[in-house]
């Protein structure tokens, strides 16, 4: 009888540990799917860019997803994750949301040269997922208008929430309308300081 419940209790263990180890990862990328873009006779000039690495909090800079749970709680999902640190993540989500909107390319890593190009910084204070209910950002940027030594600069936060619904896809895809909300006011106000004007930060 012992042997019996030994041998069927090495079972159930085995079949528990083959059980985790068959568990999928999922993996998650905030850039958006590549797309063409459409001939736009009126769209304004195109504006080039460089666009610096994006920093994160320490407390999402896993590569698990890191979710809310209530007020105080957090989990750390390890069957789902980000397919490349979260800071890149972010920064490339940004780089393709800019050029789609400024009509430009992203010149980081791109020598000089004579050619003039904005540079742009974002700083990620919070990024909260909360499952079901809100993808949240809340980020500092600034943009440098492309003017030698005395050029522009306008410095901002932007607060970012979006509705999501049930699953991670769509927590994800959350955070890329958040993402791309951003991107939309970052470009807003590149084009104002390219154009010699004064720009005003979005309302909080």
């Known amino acids: 009888m012992i042997r019996r419940l030994l ?6 263990l ?13 993996y998650y990328t905030l850039v958006p ?8 006779a009126g769209a304004s000039a195109p504006l080039a860019f460089e666009l610096l690495p994006v920093s ?12 809310r749970q209530g007020g105080q709680g957090v989990a750390l999902l390890d069957g789902e994750r980000w397919i490349a640190p979260l800071g890149d993540e972010l920064r490339g989500a940004l780089s393709a949301e800019l050029s789609r909107q ?8 791109m020598p000089a ?9 974002l700083e990620v204070r919070r990024f909260e997922s909360a499952p079901g209910a809100q993808a949240y950002i809340e980020g500092a940027w600034s943009v440098r208008a492309p003017r030698g030594k005395d050029s522009a600069v306008l410095a901002c ?6 509705s999501v619904g049930p699953g991670y ?9 958040a993402v791309a909300r951003i991107a939309a006011q970052i470009a807003a106000a590149a084009r104002a300081l390219s154009a010699g004007q004064a720009p005003s930060c979005p309302a909080a």
């Open 7 to 12: 041998c069927l209790a090495g079972v159930l």
């Open 56 to 67: 994160v909090p320490a407390q999402v800079d896993l590569p698990q997803l890191v979710v």
């Open 14 to 26: 085995a079949t528990a540990v083959a059980g985790c180890a068959s568990a999928p990862l999922h």
């Open 157 to 162: 936060v932007s607060r970012v929430g979006e």
């Open 169 to 177: 896809a769509a927590l994800v895809e959350g955070h890329q309308r």
């Open 113 to 121: 040269g004579d050619s003039p190009r904005l540079r742009i910084k």
């Open 102 to 109: 400024l009509h430009g390319v992203d010149m980081s890593g």
């Open 33 to 40: 799917a590549a797309e063409a873009s459409p001939e736009d």
